[in-house]
């Protein structure tokens, strides 16, 4: 089943307030099949996450259309398993819970659920936990978690917001590692909103780098380093610069249009 | 390390008994020295005898009667405490019982709460206890109005801590919830109910603190037996000794239902990061 799983179709999102509009996203127009894992690169402010909640269905775009699989995107759905970068946990259920909540809300028998939820714990080393509260785990540990709750909806995409975003270097890379183990073993679309170049490059078959206000696709290119990728490798380095260059002027926007907001206030 | 905890934890409690054993060695003082009236300020140890005196039960044990341990429980100061507690339990759980559904649904939905906010605002300051004239004209004398009032002192404080912590759910569970295809009915039940249990108990701790001081209240005007109706009438009698023994007992329980609802409180609440157990 190839062809266009996810189609971004001239999606523009304004947000209004009492004194102005903020476009947030302008003419966006993406085609991604399946299977593809996609970064969506870009400071802070330049719309990914927007673009990522409205493929998630929580924020609808105000023109043009999304579809996954031909089906217009109204509403969140399991279908689009999302993974945030506050983990998103629910507090009061142990790790095995929260991991099981998505199976139980599709009516899963419950012998079914317990070996599905049993093998996503094996899966991502969580089986030691599978009692504890996320409170005592380490933030690391919660995001595994949070992955394994996505997972075993099985869903064919997977949204990342900035998923690693909070973690400490060696954890950060290590769940990379994870998560590039199960894409290439399971075969879903991803779609990951990143500031990081070096994490954009570590992971994507592809990186669609935005532009700062309005949020708009600056460069789209596909990433053609063989996996495992080594980023102390001249190519890599190579395309890091390149990609350093483009967001480092987007960056620039950001700190001009806030000092000239500023000025004007 | 086990034995140096337990070497802390009772110095701990040595310190803690130094104060009270003192005051009570002056008090004992000033009263054996005769420098107060014993009508007024009885000795602590009068008290005691008066406090075993009210809890043993007042007639000799026959064995005509319901059997031993009925017998054994036939003292007054059970007799009054099961009382106020039976009032405190009963009325609590009316009051709350109420609170909790009608906190859900006008945290939820913010059509109830337009509806009904307001009426709650003007009502809440009331306090239960200017209800007394209107719960006496109602409902008569004896337990009925001890309910209706207890039952008014635990409803506010569930109802606005309810109200509060559906309201303030965080929005990242319900954006992940629906992500995992939650319709509305599992959203409320598995999602926004338990997210708002801290405050839901924290309202059922001060609503019981209240029904406690209600009930004392409501048995000194409208019930004829209780702990607050005893201390009352041990007044008339001139009997200190006996309003010092049923403050005393009354404090205790307190204490009691206060550490059962603070152990509820934290078997409930384990998955919350703000609590050790």
Known sequence: MSGNHIQVQNVNKVFQSADRNVIALQDINLSIPQGQFVCLLGPSGCGKSTLLNAIAGFSLPTSGSITTDSKVVTAPGPDRGMVFQEYALFPWMTVEKNIAFGLEIKGVAANEIATRVDALLHKLGLYDFRQRFPKDLSGGMRQRVAIARVLALDSPILLMDEPFGALDALTRRNLQDELLRIWSELGKTVIFVTHSIEEALYLADRIVVMTYRPGTVKRDMLVTLPRLRDPASADFNTLKRELGLLVMEEQQRHHDQEMIAAAVD | ?277
């Open chain 2, 1 to 277: 390390m086990a034995s140096a905890n337990l070497r802390t934890r009772w110095r701990q409690i040595g310190s803690g008994l130094i104060v009270p054993i003192g005051l009570i060695t002056v008090w004992q003082i000033v009263a054996t020295m005769g420098w107060t009236n014993e009508h007024v300020l009885p000795s602590p140890w009068a008290v005691v005898l008066r406090w075993v005196a009210y809890l043993l039960p007042q007639t000799p044990y026959a064995e005509a009667t319901n059997g031993w341990l009925a017998w054994a429980v036939s003292g007054e100061l059970l007799v009054d405490a099961m009382g106020s507690m039976y009032r405190v339990v009963v009325g609590f759980l009316i009051g709350a019982g109420l609170a909790l559904p009608l906190g859900l649904m006008m945290g939820a939905s913010p059509r109830v709460y337009a509806w009904l906010n307001p009426l709650a605002q003007v009502l809440r300051p009331i306090p239960p206890i200017a209800y007394i004239p209107l719960a006496i004209l109602w409902f008569g004398l004896g337990n009925p109005p001890a309910i209706f009032l207890i039952a008014i002192g635990a409803f506010f404080p569930v109802l606005i801590n309810t109200i509060s912590g559906v309201r303030q759910v965080d929005s990242i569970y319900i954006r992940a919830a629906r992500n995992l295809g939650a319709s509305q009915s599992t959203l409320f039940l598995r999602v926004m109910l338990p997210a708002a249990v801290p405050y839901i108990l924290s309202g059922v701790r001060i609503g019981i603190g209240t029904a406690f001081i209600v009930v004392i209240v409501s048995e000194m005007i409208a019930v004829n037996n209780g702990l607050g109706f005893r201390i009352l009438e041990a007044r008339e009698y001139f009997w200190s000794d006996k309003i010092i023994a049923g403050m005393i007992t009354i404090g205790m329980l307190g204490l009691a239902i206060d550490t059962a609802v603070n152990k509820l409180n934290n078997y409930l609440l384990r998955w919350h990061r703000g609590l050790e157990h």
